[in-house]
Each structure stands twice: as structure tokens, then as C-alpha cells.
């Protein structure tokens, strides 16, 4: 995929996108995960935090839940904040959940990546970005 191609998908996705949930997400205001969600947030995005050791609590005023599975709510992007080995399992659960959730992306942030699991998620319809962050791509694409 070339450049432009790459950056054509990009900007498709996070101008199509309302709601991302953030596995992974982190309750402390220094941590990179935080920073994305309340970036995405005052981008006007739904930003729902899954972390099983925050579930039930809040993040940025939304309901932090232990999985995707809790999620109540439709989500178009799953957004992974773990690394690349746990990425894999996460990648399996959005593809297990697109059709119920509506999940059409999965992105996993700057670092984290896993080709098993982009090639499933891919072969299932998802598509996959790797190593990225949409924060940064935003202010990159100029979005």
C-alpha cells in the first residue's frame, strides 16, 4: 500500500468513525492512553474506556468496563492500548463481536502490532491499522 493509499484509509476511518473504545484505557492524566482519549474526545468522538482493573469506575466521565463483551454500547473502533502478544487476543474478541457491536477497525497504537491478528481481523472484513496512533495522524493528516 502506498503512502497516499495509506493516508487515503486513515483519514477514511477517522472521519467515518463515532465510537472508539480504548482497551487499555488508564484513569492517570500522564499515561498515553488517557491523553488519546481525551484528544478524541474534544475531537467530538464517543471514547469508552475497557480496562478490567478500572471496570465499573470512570474515565474522563465515561463508564470504564472489564471487556468489549460489557460494552454496552455500538462500537465502530476498538482502539489497543497493550502490547503486541496481548493485541492478538483483543483483535480475536473485536472479530468474535464486529457483527454484534458493529465494529469495523481495529487499531493498535504506536508500538503495538501483530500480523496473526491483522490477518484474521482483514480475512473477517475489519480493517487493521498497526502502529499508529490516531491522535498523532490527526494532527499529521491536518483532520
Known amino acids: 500500500m502506498s503512502k497516499k493509499d495509506t493516508d487515503d484509509l486513515i483519514t477514511g476511518i477517522l472521519e467515518t468513525v463515532k465510537t472508539i473504545a480504548v482497551v487499555g484505557a488508564s484513569p492517570k492524566p500522564e499515561r498515553p492512553s488517557h491523553q488519546v482519549m481525551e484528544f478524541m474526545q474534544k475531537r467530538g468522538y464517543?471514547?469508552?474506556?475497557?480496562?478490567?482493573?478500572?471496570?465499573?469506575?470512570?474515565?474522563?466521565?465515561?463508564?470504564?468496563?472489564?471487556?468489549?463483551?460489557?460494552?454496552?454500547?455500538?462500537?465502530?473502533?476498538?482502539?489497543?492500548?497493550?502490547?503486541?502478544?496481548?493485541?492478538?487476543?483483543?483483535?480475536?474478541?473485536?472479530?468474535r463481536l464486529a457483527e454484534a457491536k458493529g465494529i469495523t477497525v481495529v487499531w493498535m497504537q504506536i508500538g503495538v502490532a501483530n500480523d496473526a491478528a491483522k490477518a484474521e481481523a482483514e480475512a473477517e472484513g475489519l480493517v487493521v491499522i498497526q502502529d499508529r496512533c490516531p491522535m498523532k495522524e490527526i494532527a499529521r493528516l491536518d483532520l
Open 46 to 95: 464517543r471514547v469508552i474506556p475497557v480496562n478490567p482493573g478500572q471496570a465499573g469506575g470512570r474515565i474522563l466521565g465515561e463508564m470504564v468496563y472489564a471487556d468489549l463483551a460489557d460494552v454496552p454500547a455500538p462500537i465502530d473502533m476498538v482502539d489497543i492500548f497493550r502490547p503486541s502478544g496481548p493485541a492478538g487476543d483483543v483483535t480475536r474478541q473485536a472479530i
